[in-house]
């Protein structure tokens, strides 16, 4: 089942955006859940995944500002960007993925092993 995000948006830069991320028991449950952006004209990036145990991962670029969260629960995932940059400027992708480190380490893998989103466009501004 395709993970559905919802959130993103405009803000300035120094603002403030969240996005979540539903996504199927299955999913939730068995998979390293994150989050892949795409800038314009750049290939896709990860920036966040958390472990199905809870542990996390961020990029270098948004250490510090970003928090991956996720709601057991309700299955779904969020991510908390604080003290955006025009740098985050893009389309960003919930992925689900087996590993949290394949997530990074191939972020422009599309294959059976991943699942992504539709994208959300979140654009920051001056």
């Known amino acids: 089942v395709q993970p559905v995000e919802s959130g993103g948006g405009s803000a300035q830069a120094g603002g403030s955006l969240r996005l979540s991320c539903s996504s199927s028991?299955?999913?939730?449950?068995?998979?390293?859940m994150g989050w892949v952006r795409q800038a314009p004209g750049a290939g896709r990036e990860a920036v966040a995944a958390i472990d199905t145990d809870g542990s996390t991962t961020y990029g270098d670029s948004v250490k510090g500002r970003f928090t991956i969260s996720r709601d057991n629960a309700k299955y779904t995932l969020h991510l908390q960007m604080n003290s955006l940059k025009l740098d985050d400027t893009g389309v960003y992708y919930c992925?689900?993925?087996?590993?949290?480190?394949?997530?990074?380490?191939?972020?422009?893998?599309?294959?059976?092993?991943?699942?992504y989103g539709q994208g959300t466009q979140v654009t920051v501004s001056s």
């Open positions: 028991e299955y999913t939730f449950n068995h998979r390293c």
């Open positions: 992925a689900a993925d087996v590993m949290c480190s394949t997530l990074f380490s191939t972020s422009d893998y599309r294959g059976p092993y991943r699942a």
